[in-house]
């Protein structure tokens, strides 16, 4: 049994428990500490004893890496006796380590919550290890309760977890789902239930809300906040939400979709502001972003922390980005439209983080202005988070600098995202897809889009061309380095489209799949277009809906052809073929490769077909050999060819014969936007 914990020492993570010896000799002379995953062993020198060297700090940050929690703390406070003071980063990395956690997500925590700095190391590991063992918590949000309340170092770990035991049967929750509630607000679990529960009651009963909402809403709050709120009587409560209410009905009328309590679930905050203080917040956000009501809905219930700040704060707040920024007001109010939660930001931190970015990524002030209008949330991310987010995604890519400058330049977005988001994504790319890590970072950097599909997405996908269009685990990794479209869609989309290939074909799902395995444009394109193409080769050309559903299937390029183009040949084919009626029988005995032979004649091929209807050559020629012929092998058989085509160039633009499109046909094109799911139409399908 653990006397910490009360709990049997295997629950506790090995090398959690405080230090009893030291084996570090603090002797005066110069200290080199020799680090490995078991032990810190301490050398003496040779040199004078009486010279004094600290420890230096970046000597020593990539050796904390590996140590555990005990061998950490002996570190930290040896650096402390030698003179060097203990920095968050230096400590994130050590507990990084013991956790196997994010550094830049420990270094978050510890910076938001300063208090935590000056708890010795095994102490806060201990810990935490401790409550992520009991309460079943993630260690880094175990972390942060321990360093939102540091009193809990203090508190038996299955003290601990009776208290949140009995929270959680208060508000009717398990355990699992209200230990992370009581994570983000460990005040609660100092309480005492028999003052807790009569307090919640009456909270529920105010607010007109559950106790499972409840206690979502108090994890919300600051500590101050949550103690001013059990201090305020319940006809205020219910007179301040009522207040509210007033404000947004009078703001924006009814059938809005703004709720007073979902504001207040989201900013609880809320419920201690005065309704003057929140109506001047409103009135001087719309005169400042200047949007219609339905757009200022959008900004306060995105962020209803704007509310509660004072209308001269806003005012400082706005044009503080202005001056800073230095561009036009406009943009300006457009960025704080589409990221209301810029306008809670210090003046002074829009051009710190603007700088910030200049320095990292070697861009001129004008290119990352213009990547922070079209991503505004970038001016949300600390300058360091944004590096770590910038290092990580050169690691991800595996890219030169300059290559990835001009990445982040097009989507902007990608440096919102945590390097160990998109390492994941890339890990679930190589093992779904089998592509060696080389393959996938490739991929990745051609179509960095690829990026914005979530996990499940990817995973679906995989499934999608596996079981849908029937691509065996062999061929995997070249279909979709080839056509990465094919998992950029939703797969309820692709799968849509597959149906309604069968339906205009009417092949089976088999055969569908294998022509967009042969043919991936299709995917990616509207499936009114394949009907346009098929009315095109039906009406126009004059084929028999078998004729044009075999040529489909078998060369699928057909239906993904340019519509325009493909109309215009037929066109030029239809008034051939009526010259003759051998050409005529020819076109109706074609076979399907001869059909997309003719299909893709070029104008010059059809200059040679031209020829020989006005010459009256068609017994001779046949309609579908032309491919057979260059000019001067067409010149040697037919001489008359030549000043044929002289006559041709003499005659006026207006009079080649070049026809103009109906204008019934036209329209009968632009509404053939269904698909017909019978197989016997006469119109194609």
């Given amino acids: 049994m653990n006397l910490y914990t009360g709990l049997p020492n295997d629950w506790v993570m090995r090398g959690a428990r405080p230090s009893t010896s030291s084996n570090v000799n603090t002797s005066s002379c110069v200290i080199h500490c020799s680090i490995s995953r078991r032990h810190i062993k301490a050398r003496h020198c040779t040199c004078n004893a009486t010279e004094q060297q600290p420890v230096g700090i970046a000597s020593l940050s990539s050796s904390v890496s590996a140590l555990d929690s005990m061998q950490a703390d002996d570190l930290l406070q040896e650096m402390a006796r030698a003179g060097n003071p203990v920095d968050a980063k230096l400590q994130s990395e050590a507990l990084s380590a013991v956790f196997q956690e994010p550094a830049d997500g420990v270094q978050r925590v510890l910076l938001r919550n300063p208090a935590a700095l000056k708890l010795p190391l095994s ?9 992520s063992a009991v309460l079943g918590l993630q260690p880094l949000k175990a972390l942060a309760m321990v360093a939102k309340a540091p009193s809990l170092v203090e508190t038996p770990a299955h003290e601990v977890l009776q208290q949140a035991s009995d929270i959680a049967a208060l508000v009717g929750l398990p355990l ?5 509630l009581l994570a983000k607000q460990p005040s609660l679990l100092s309480m005492p239930m028999d003052e807790l529960t009569p307090q919640a009651q009456r909270l529920s009963s105010a607010l007109e809300i559950s106790l499972p909402g409840l206690l979502l809403l108090l994890s919300r709050l600051s500590p101050a906040h949550l103690t001013s709120l059990m201090d305020t009587p319940s006809a205020t409560l219910t007179a301040q939400v009522q207040s509210i209410r007033k404000l947004l009905a009078r703001s924006f009328g009814g ?4 709720d007073a309590m979902l504001l207040v679930a989201h900013r609880p905050a809320l419920l201690l502001a005065s309704p003057e203080q929140m109506a001047q917040a409103l009135a001087r956000l719309s005169s400042l972003l200047r949007l219609p009501a339905h757009r200022l809905t959008a900004a306060v219930r995105q962020c209803p922390g704007l509310l ?5 704060q806003l005012t400082i707040n ?10 036009d007001i406009n943009t300006v109010a457009q960025m704080m439209a589409e990221e209301p939660r810029l306008l809670q930001l210090d003046p002074l931190v829009f051009k710190s983080r603007v700088e910030g970015m200049m320095s990292q990524l070697y861009l001129p002030r004008k290119q990352v202005l213009d990547m922070v209008v079209r991503q505004p949330q970038l001016l949300l991310y600390l300058t360091p988070t944004l590096k770590a987010h910038w290092t990580g995604l050169k690691s991800v890519l595996r890219a030169p600098h300059e290559v990835v400058v001009v990445i982040v330049q097009m989507y902007p977005d990608l440096l919102c995202r945590s390097p160990y988001t998109l390492k994941a994504k890339l890990e679930v790319l190589q093992r779904e897809f089998r592509m060696p890590p080389l393959r996938a970072a490739e991929l990745a950097t051609r179509h960095p889009n690829i990026f914005k599909f979530s996990i499940p997405h990817i995973q679906a996908a995989r499934e999608l061309l596996v079981n849908d269009l029937r691509v065996s685990e062999e061929k995997l990794p070249e279909v979709v380095r080839q056509n990465p479209t094919l998992i950029m869609q939703p797969t309820a989309t692709t799968r849509g489209k597959l149906a309604d290939l069968c339906a205009l074909l009417d092949a089976s799902q088999a055969t569908a799949a294998a022509m967009i395995r042969d043919e991936p444009l299709l995917i990616t394109q509207d499936s009114r277009q394949w009907q ?6 039906t009406s126009q050309l ?10 489909s299937a078998m060369f ?9 183009r493909l109309w215009d040949v037929c066109q030029a084919l239809s008034s051939l073929v009526n010259t003759s009626p051998v050409w005529a029988s020819e076109l109706e005995q074609a076979s399907p490769a001869s059909i997309n032979r003719c299909l893709s004649y070029s104008p010059r091929q059809l200059q040679l077909l031209q020829y020989c209807a006005d010459a009256g050559l068609q017994a001779e020629q046949p309609f579908l050999g032309t491919q057979l012929y260059s000019k001067s092998d067409f010149v040697q058989r037919f001489p008359g060819f030549e000043i044929w085509e002289v006559n041709q160039r003499k005659q006026p633009s207006g009079s080649k014969g070049k026809r103009r499109r109906p204008q019934g046909h036209q329209r009968e094109l632009s509404l053939s936007g269904s698909i017909s799911s019978g197989s016997g139409s006469d119109t194609g399908g």
Avoid: C, W
Avoid at 255 to 258: E, H, P, S, V
Avoid at 318 to 327: D, T
Avoid at 532 to 537: H, I, K, L, S, V
């Fill in 123 to 131: 102490q806060l590991v201990q810990s935490t290890s401790s409550l």
């Fill in 176 to 180: 699992e789902d209200a230990a992370p």
């Fill in 255 to 258: 059938g809005r979709g703004l």
């Fill in 308 to 312: 509660s700040m004072s209308a001269s």
């Fill in 318 to 327: 706005y044009k503080g980005a202005l001056a800073a920024m230095r561009i």
């Fill in 532 to 537: 346009t193409n098929f009315d095109t080769m």
């Fill in 542 to 551: 004059g084929l028999s809906i078998t004729q044009a559903r075999t040529a």
């Fill in 556 to 564: 699928p390029s057909l239906l993904s052809r340019n519509s325009k």
